[in-house]
Antibody, heavy 117, light 108 residues
Framework: EVQLAQSGAALVRPGGSLRLSCVAAGFDFSDSAMCWVRQAPGKGLEWVSGISGSGGSVYSAPSVRGRFTISRDNSKNTVFLQMDSLRADDTAVYYC??????????WGHGTLVTVSS | EIVLTQSPGTLSLSPGERATLSCRASQSVNNNYVAWYQQRPGQPPKFLIYAASTRATGTPDRFSGSGSGTDFFLTISRLEPEDFAVYFCQQYGRSPLTFGGGTKVEIK
């Protein structure tokens, strides 16, 4: 069974930084692309960032490019999202997901990130 | 960027009825790379369909996807109580990957 365990909710000041983590189990992690998708309160979905199994190829949405960095540690079955220069409009639930060819096949339960002073 | 417009915004139906959801793209989606997801309240989305019409593992066969080019549809043949939820389409034929705004299927 695929399991994706995400870090807990966080409150961050505007301009601050935060690193999200997601620990995977139940599949060959190092052979699997991973991604982060976010959902602002009461809103739709936005594909934020993706990374290949080896970590050699990454993708970031225009809205976060230059501020967010995706990475992974295959020895720990963990994917990260480093978020810098956070803004109020980054407030959202951030979902970690197993990327099955640019579709989010399996989802974690999400991490609420609130950016507020 | 490909903009996906889902309609209707809300669909009010009774259990056992047929639901048809629309997803229209602002330009043709390469290879009909459209996926559908279901989201129940307080839950993460669940992957249902990819490549416009192929059911994901575990997706019941009452769910079917169709369409090509710019117009795509998700049909639920007979609504079960657990099907009342919000549904999102996504295109992955061109970067940036984008989602539609969602259709809520509610109990009438």
């Amino acid at each position: 069974e695929v399991q994706l365990a995400q870090s807990g909710a966080a409150l961050v000041r505007p301009g601050g930084s935060l690193r999200l983590s997601c620990v995977a189990a139940g599949f060959d992690f190092s052979d699997s692309a991973m991604c982060w998708v976010r959902q602002a309160p009461g809103k739709g979905l936005e594909w934020v960032s993706g990374i290949s199994g080896s970590g050699g190829s990454v993708y970031s949405a225009p809205s976060v490019r230059g501020r967010f960095t995706i990475s992974r540690d295959n020895s720990k079955n963990t994917v990260f999202l480093q978020m810098d220069s956070l803004r109020a409009d980054d407030t959202a639930v951030y979902y970690c997901a197993k990327d099955g060819g640019s579709v989010a096949e399996y989802w974690g339960h999400g991490t609420l990130v609130t950016v507020s002073s | 960027e490909i903009v996906l417009t889902q309609s209707p915004g809300t669909l009010s139906l009774s259990p056992g009825e047929r639901a048809t959801l629309s997803c229209r793209a602002s330009q043709s989606v390469n290879n009909n790379y459209v996926a559908w997801y279901q989201q129940r309240p307080g839950q993460p989305p669940k992957f249902l369909i990819y490549a416009a019409s192929t059911r994901a593992t575990g997706t019941p066969d009452r769910f079917s996807g169709s369409g090509s080019g710019t117009d795509f549809f998700l049909t639920i043949s007979r609504l079960e109580p657990e099907d009342f939820a919000v549904y999102f389409c996504q295109q992955y034929g061109r970067s940036p990957l984008t989602f539609g705004g969602g259709t809520k299927v509610e109990i009438k």
